[in-house]
């Protein structure tokens, strides 16, 4: 049998003091060390102090969380410097200000836009709730310019964000009354439109084969298929079979090194 050994008094009193050094380190940081966010500008603001003396020019600069041992300056020309030095650990999203939501839906998690605000979202589903439920206004970001819009706190000004582009192309009358959430779902599940879902999240019967283009046509020709909406380089043999009616033809994202979504007839090709 196992006896646990009494912890004593000593040790008791040394834990309690060395929790409170970690406390205070961390109080450190977070209240000295802390990077210098500019939440009005959305920007790093690492230059503090500068004074003129008559022998010299003094600059303090704070460089947060920083290895002092690896600090060096370098002249680039006659009027800049470069100050640079290793990060003893990373500075997180958190410390920035960025509230880290880690979602699909952030609308469900604090994040909800007001009728007519410009976001830039990129999760697929968020955004069509944001555009049509919400009635803000989002395009399909990617990542990246999803992150530039963040730190930049602007979007470009194009698409869906612009009254012109926001009125629908179909219409569809629902002739009874839709009471509570729940009636939404069961419109979508009963509409007579089936989706088919490459990526295996509502038909995880193709995750065997998700990346297996053959085994995918076939899929889609069992399923009797009408359509195929995709980005051209994610499936290049399925969509080189298929009949192109339509692309959202964007600029942005091919700026991004992206693709435009692409509609593809897929039955009677």
Not at 129 to 145: H, K, L
Not at 196 to 215: N, T
Request: net charge negative; proline share 6%.
């Amino acid at each position: 049998m196992a006896i646990k050994k009494k912890r004593s008094f000593y040790d008791t009193i040394q834990e309690y003091f060395n929790d409170m050094d970690k406390e205070i380190d961390r109080w450190h940081e977070s209240m000295i060390e802390g990077p210098s966010w500019n939440h009005k500008t959305s920007t790093m603001e690492p230059l503090k102090d500068m004074r003129v003396t008559p022998t010299e020019v003094i600059v303090t600069v704070d460089l947060p969380l920083t290895k002092k041992t690896t600090l060096r300056v370098k002249p680039v020309d006659e009027n800049i410097l470069e100050i640079s030095a290793q990060m003893r650990r990373k500075v997180t999203f958190k410390e920035m200000g960025i509230i880290v939501t880690s979602t699909c839906t952030p609308y469900l998690s604090g994040n909800l836009p007001r009728f007519r605000e410009h976001i830039a979202w990129s999760e697929s589903s968020a955004v069509s709730f944001s555009n049509s439920v919400i009635g803000a206004r989002t395009n399909r970001e990617g990542g990246p310019s999803a992150l530039a819009a963040a730190i930049c706190g602007k979007t470009p000004n194009y698409d869906l964000h612009l009254d012109e582009n926001r009125h629908p192309h179909v219409k569809i009358k629902v002739d009874i009354d839709m009471e509570f959430s729940s009636d939404f779902g069961a419109l979508g599940y009963f509409g007579g439109r089936p989706i088919l879902d490459l990526a295996g999240l509502v038909s995880p019967e193709v995750i065997p084969f998700i990346r297996d283009e053959p085994a995918i046509e076939n899929y889609l020709d069992d399923h009797r298929a009408d359509f195929l909406v995709t980005f051209p380089g994610w499936y290049p043999y399925l969509t080189s079979q298929a009949s192109l009616i339509f692309s959202t033809a964007g600029s942005f994202s091919p700026q991004l090194s992206g693709e435009n979504m692409a509609v593809y007839r897929w039955r009677d090709r």
